[in-house]
């Protein structure tokens, strides 16, 4: 296969490409990223050894999304802005990417009749009570309520509106919080990470209560493999490991993993609109594409605590 893979040299792009590659070592992969701030060219440290091809550009650009879209079999759409604390200091290139820039690579895959699959994220069902048994599935309402999501969901919406209208072959997955090697420093887990490495503070939002439900980036990339190859067209598909936790308890069980003291931790003033809980129920692609993950919680955190290690000490 040739695949075009956008945003490729931010956290789960990178990931996917590696993955994809150690699977499909013949296959060739184009890359097109307009790395922005949260893009690391070094994520793709390696890749030169296959048929690998990288384009900046935005995704928005619509002669880009043209020429980039004609020769491959299908598109993966990573490209995104992603961090809601800077959704919610300005909204704009929010908008300009995750909606015109899904709506322009909508328009060129249907011109060139190209298979395409939506990368999402389960903000966009909104948020679930703190104390209750509940989970995301593919019936949930859609109620995003920060800009991040909200320009997710808009673009959720759009990719089943070019379904129906114009049967495409289209899918998206819905996915939980992903860990993982490559994730930028400003998120929870690498934030906490090397921020303890360097025995500086971490920031936990009010007192850490909220409740995420994680998932090993490669136990996400290896869904989106089989989406791809399997999945039926115009479906979505949660993808989640049932694996919650609070953020407070990630913090703590990263220090003690690291042998740092809980002193580090800084409780900070909570964000505008902080969602309280995320848990997915990945039922549908478990019974339908049999996939399962394979990482637990625990051993997801050490292996990305030995990346970050490792990195910091390179």
């Not at 070094?42 to 879209?69: M, P, Q, T």
């Not at 906490?192 to 939002?205: E, S, W």
């Amino acid at each position: 296969m040739r695949l075009l893979v956008t945003g490729g040299d931010g956290f789960i792009g990178s990931n996917f490409i590696h993955y994809w590659f150690g699977r499909h070592p013949k296959d060739s992969i184009v890359n097109v990223d307009k790395l922005t701030y949260a893009a690391v060219p070094s994520n793709l440290d390696g890749v030169g050894k296959y048929d690998y091809e990288f384009i900046r550009g935005d995704i928005a650009d619509k002669k880009l999304a043209d020429r980039v879209s004609k020769d491959v079999d299908a598109i993966i759409n990573f490209a995104a802005e992603t961090h809601v604390d800077n959704s919610i200091a300005s909204s704009e290139r929010f908008v300009h990417s995750n909606v015109v820039g899904v709506h322009t690579l909508l328009e060129a895959s249907r011109k060139h009749e190209k298979r395409f699959h939506h990368v999402s994220t389960d903000e966009v069902y909104g948020a679930l009570p703190l104390h209750s048994s509940r989970k995301f599935d593919e019936k949930s309402a859609y109620k995003p309520q920060n800009p991040y999501s909200a320009t997710k969901a808009a673009a959720d919406h759009l990719v089943n509106a070019y379904f129906h209208t114009y049967r495409m072959k289209l899918t998206i997955s819905n996915c939980s919080n992903n860990l993982g090697p490559r994730q930028h420093k400003e998120k929870l887990i690498p934030k906490a990470i090397t921020n303890a490495l360097a025995g500086r503070k971490i920031p936990v939002y009010g007192k850490g209560l909220q409740v995420r439900d994680w998932i090993y980036v490669l136990d996400h990339c290896s869904a989106l493999e089989l989406i791809l190859r399997k999945g039926e067209y115009g479906s979505t598909y949660l993808i989640g490991a049932n694996q919650e936790r609070r953020n407070i308890d990630v913090v703590r069980q990263i220090l003690r993993e690291l042998g740092k003291p809980e002193s580090l931790i800084e409780y900070v003033k909570d964000r505008a609109g902080h969602d309280p809980r995320y848990a997915i129920d990945a039922g549908k692609i478990k019974e339908e594409l049999g996939w399962r993950p394979k990482y637990s919680f625990n051993k997801a955190l050490r292996e990305t605590i030995k990346w970050y290690v490792g990195s910091s000490a390179a």
